[in-house]
């Protein structure tokens, strides 16, 4: 079956470390989103691809890095430059066609340690 | 700029009674809406959409929201609640045209269902 798949699922960081979010589609889906949630502030977007090779900033960009070296595969870096790395992370694709909205990971959590 | 308000942090019924959240949205484009579901330590799924066809949407678990323009909202509303359908609510904006268009999520409405 298809979908998205994010690995690992709970995941404990140390300060000063950088780690790395995995985010594996095969939806065939051209762009991919990287989502932080927190308690009581909704969903707000890390950064966005909408092809290949090519990423943007989201409203929360600061301390974290992506790449887009695959259709399938969008891996977030929590840097130690993010000050307040521990919430939920959520990764998204979508095709191109906007009606059918986003297909969602079971998401990650982050906690440091 | 596209902007989603949900009223209502948390909204609590009783098992059997109507459970209604709201959603209303600023689009300066015809919107398409979507509301989703999470359940604790979850992704979201989607419940239904609003894409330009009808206005009333009928979704999954029962689920159905109204587009209503002149009030630019899109609440979901069910008949009935059960004790399944506690979870967290995200209502989503996408602006329609040509244009590709991100989703913007409100922040969420957390139901809770009592025995």
């Known amino acids: 079956d298809g979908g998205i798949t994010q690995s690992p699922k709970y995941l404990f960081r140390k300060e000063g470390q950088n780690v790395t979010l995995s985010c594996e589609q095969n939806?065939?889906?051209?762009?991919m989103y990287w989502y932080r949630q927190d308690p009581g502030q909704g969903l707000r977007l890390i950064y966005y691809?909408?092809?290949?090779?090519?990423?943007q900033k989201g409203d929360i960009a600061e301390g974290y890095s992506v790449s887009r070296e695959k259709k399938e595969s969008f891996p977030l870096t929590v840097t130690s430059a993010q000050k307040n790395p521990t919430a939920f992370y959520l990764c998204?694709?979508?095709?191109?066609?906007?009606?059918?909205?986003?297909?969602f990971g079971s998401g990650t959590r982050l906690t440091v340690v | 700029a596209q902007s989603v308000t949900q009223l209502g942090s948390h909204v609590s019924v009783s098992e059997g009674a109507l459970v209604l959240l709201r959603c209303n949205y600023s689009?300066?484009?015809?919107?398409?809406l979507f509301w989703y579901v999470q359940y604790p330590n979850q992704g979201l799924q989607l419940l239904l959409k609003?894409?330009?066809?009808?206005?009333l949407v009928k979704g999954i678990n029962g689920f159905e929201a109204e587009f209503k323009k002149s009030e630019t909202s899109f609440h979901l509303t069910k008949p009935s609640a059960h004790m399944s359908d506690a979870a967290e609510y995200f209502c989503?904006?996408?602006?329609?045209?040509?244009?590709?268009?991100?989703?913007?999520f409100g922040q969420g409405t957390i139901l809770t269902v009592h025995p």
């Open positions: 998204a694709s979508r095709s191109g066609d906007r009606t059918y909205g986003y297909t």
């Open positions: 939806l065939n889906h051209d762009a």
């Open positions: 691809s909408q092809i290949v090779n090519d990423f």
């Open positions: 689009s300066s484009v015809p919107p398409y």
């Open positions: 609003y894409t330009s066809a009808a206005t």
């Open positions: 989503a904006v996408s602006e329609g045209g040509t244009s590709y268009g991100k989703l913007t």
